[in-house]
């Protein structure tokens, strides 16, 4: 900042540097004031938004303008567009599988490697499986009680195997009721078991561990006991990261001494 003396006397004038401006395009605009309003709720789930002329008589933006904020929103989830006669922008609320669908977006994006995803999973599972029998409903257990079963049928191939054991914790997670949780467990889940070699599982005293594991949390979460249930779960995913470490070291090893 400088000042300067002007012609008029007993006039200052202070030159301040001004940076660039940032003006956002007209369609953020409009597509963060929709936004607020599905959010907020004043467009329920499944309602529809203004039509597109409506909306430009009554923002006096361009149709251009209105169909980019309204592909932005459904970029992000926000509205389901449909066709047709009955067609239009409909209104969607974040979900389970928004957080899913970010999660493993942030995953892959960003490389995180298994050992933090690991890490993150001890963090988050036994809370689940205490929510779990705190919460759960008849219907919560059917769900888990299906998977276990689908686990320990012996005519299954390991395919089947490893289906069903992602189900099993994905039933957990959704037990806990707590939507932020299942998100984080879905996504986890999903990706721990893409990225990893899970041969182990081929070993027959591997799987029956592994259902053991879980029938005895299975019994905590029926019976409603959130402590049994949380040290089970725990003891559980620790000895299945710990596995899972070991692998990966040996096979770092073997690829060193190549």
């Given at each position: 900042?400088?000042?300067?003396?002007?012609?008029?006397?007993?006039?200052?004038?202070?030159?301040?540097?001004?940076?660039?401006?940032?003006?956002?395009?007209?369609?953020?605009?409009?597509?963060?004031?929709?936004?607020?309003?599905?959010?907020?709720?004043?467009?329920?789930?499944?309602?529809?938004?203004?039509?597109?002329?409506?909306?430009?008589?009554?923002?006096?933006?361009?149709?251009?303008?209105?169909?980019?904020?309204?592909?932005?929103?459904?970029?992000?989830?926000?509205?389901?567009?449909?066709?047709?006669?009955?067609?239009?922008?409909?209104?969607?609320?974040?979900?389970?599988?928004?957080?899913?669908?970010?999660?493993?977006?942030?995953?892959?994006?960003?490389?995180?490697?298994?050992?933090?995803?690991?890490?993150?999973?001890?963090?988050?599972?036994?809370?689940?499986a205490q929510l779990a029998a705190r919460y759960r409903t008849d219907?919560?257990?059917?769900?888990?009680?299906?998977?276990?079963?689908?686990?320990?049928?012996?005519e299954g191939t390991i395919a089947e195997f490893l289906r069903a054991?992602?189900?099993?914790?994905?039933?957990?997670?959704?037990?806990?009721?707590?939507?932020?949780?299942?998100?984080?467990?879905?996504?986890?889940?999903?990706?721990?078991?893409?990225?990893?070699?899970?041969?182990?599982?081929?070993?027959?005293?591997?799987?029956?561990?592994?259902?053991?594991?879980?029938?005895?949390?299975?019994?905590?979460?029926?019976?409603?006991?959130?402590?049994?249930?949380?040290?089970?779960?725990?003891?559980?995913?620790?000895?299945?990261?710990?596995?899972?470490?070991?692998?990966?070291?040996?096979?770092?090893?073997?690829?060193?001494?190549?």
């Amino acid at each position: 900042m400088t000042e300067s003396q002007s012609g008029d006397a007993g006039v200052v004038r202070v030159d301040v540097a001004l940076a660039p401006l940032q003006v956002p395009k007209a369609s953020d605009v409009l597509a963060e004031e929709l936004r607020e309003l599905i959010l907020r709720g004043d467009y329920p789930e499944g309602t529809a938004l203004p039509p597109e002329r409506e909306l430009v008589t009554q923002t006096g933006m361009s149709r251009t303008t209105v169909r980019e904020a309204m592909r932005i929103l459904e970029v992000q989830g926000l509205v389901s567009v449909r066709t047709g006669r009955a067609g239009g922008a409909f209104a969607r609320r974040p979900g389970r599988d928004s957080i899913a669908n970010s999660v493993n977006l942030l995953i892959r994006g960003q490389q995180i490697r298994i050992p933090a995803l690991l890490e993150t999973r001890e963090a988050i599972e036994p809370s689940c499986a205490q929510l779990a029998a705190r919460y759960r409903t008849d219907a919560d257990l059917a769900r888990i009680e299906k998977a276990q079963e689908a686990m320990s049928a012996e005519e299954g191939t390991i395919a089947e195997f490893l289906r069903a054991n992602i189900d099993w914790h994905v039933a957990v997670a959704l037990a806990s009721h707590n939507e932020l949780l299942a998100g984080f467990m879905t996504a986890l889940s999903d990706t721990i078991y893409t990225a990893t070699d899970n041969h182990g599982f081929l070993d027959q005293e591997v799987r029956r561990a592994t259902i053991h594991a879980h029938k005895v949390i299975t019994s905590a979460i029926r019976d409603r006991d959130p402590d049994a249930a949380l040290r089970r779960m725990s003891r559980h995913v620790h000895a299945y990261a710990a596995s899972i470490l070991e692998v990966e070291e040996r096979e770092a090893v073997d690829v060193e001494e190549v």
